[in-house]
C-alpha cells in the first residue's frame, strides 16, 4: 500500500477534445487551461470543449480569460448545445517547423 500523494506532484492528464475542471481549485484555473490548450494544440486538435459548470460564472470567467489570452486560441464561445456549463475553444495549430 502507497501513502498519499506528494502534493508537489504534476499529474498527468491524458489529453482528449475536452476537460472538466470542476476537480480543480480556482487558483490553478488558469495554469491548467493553459497547460491544456498548449497539449491540445500540440496533439493537433483545433476545437476542444472546456467545462466549467453553469454556477454563477467564476469559473467560466477564469476559463475565458485565459483562452482571450492564450496564444493559440484564435475563438472561443459559449457551448450552449451541451447544457453542461462549458466553452469551445478554437486553436491554431502550432508551426513546429520554426
Known amino acids: 500500500m502507497t501513502g498519499p500523494a506528494d502534493p508537489g506532484e504534476t499529474h498527468r492528464v491524458p489529453i482528449e477534445d475536452s476537460i472538466d ?3 480543480f481549485h480556482p487558483r490553478d484555473i488558469r495554469s491548467v487551461v493553459e497547460e491544456y490548450v498548449r497539449a491540445a494544440a500540440e496533439a493537433g486538435f483545433r476545437e476542444v470543449r ?4 453553469r454556477g454563477i460564472g ?10 482571450e489570452r492564450h496564444p493559440y486560441v484564435v475563438a472561443f464561445r459559449d457551448d450552449t448545445a451541451a447544457h453542461l456549463g462549458a466553452t469551445i475553444a478554437v486553436i ?6 520554426s
Not at 50 to 53: A, C, F, K, R
Not at 58 to 67: D, P, T
Not at 92 to 97: G, Q, V
Open 92 to 97: 491554431a495549430i502550432p508551426d513546429t517547423n
Open 50 to 53: 472546456l467545462i466549467h459548470g
Open 58 to 67: 467564476v469559473q467560466r470567467g477564469l476559463v475565458q480569460q485565459a483562452l
Open 21 to 23: 475542471l470542476h476537480a
